[in-house]
Nanobody, 122 residues
Framework: QVQVVESGGGLVQPGGSLRLSCAVSGSIFSIPAMGWYRQAPGKQREWVAG???????NYGDFVKGRFTISRDNAKNTVYLQMNSLKPEDTAVYYCNAQIRVARATQELKDCWGQGTQVTVSS
């Protein structure tokens, strides 16, 4: 069993900052890819930022230097530092992890957390 748990969401004023955390636990051999998505009311889920193969980091175009993703491999945890938040950043933020559960398999398990609400409002 694998668990993906997000934390750190909340209410913040425009221009403020939040730091989201995502911890993965359970039967894990490695996590080749891990990142963040978000879904605003009435909109499709969109990709925010993530680590890919070889540790390469990519961000969604709308981030524009405001967000920074980081990772603690020892803790199987990824963070999303969000600065200069805007009302349009309001959404539920989801963590996604592509998990290899055992050395014996190359298959990756696609795992999602329950999400954490981020609300940017004055």
């Amino acid at each position: 069993q694998v668990q993906v748990v997000e934390s750190g969401g909340g209410l913040v004023q425009p221009g403020g900052s939040l730091r989201l955390s995502c911890a993965v636990s359970g039967s894990i051999f490695s996590i080749p890819a891990m990142g963040w998505y978000r879904q605003a009311p009435g909109k499709q889920r969109e990709w925010v930022a993530g680590f890919g193969s070889g540790g390469i980091i990519n961000y969604g175009d709308f981030v524009k230097g405001r967000f920074t993703i980081s990772r603690d491999n020892a803790k199987n945890t990824v963070y999303l530092q969000m600065n200069s938040l805007k009302p349009e950043d309001t959404a539920v933020y989801y963590c996604n992890a592509q998990i290899r559960v055992a050395r014996a398999t190359q298959e990756l398990k696609d795992c999602w957390g329950q999400g954490t609400q981020v609300t940017v409002s004055s």
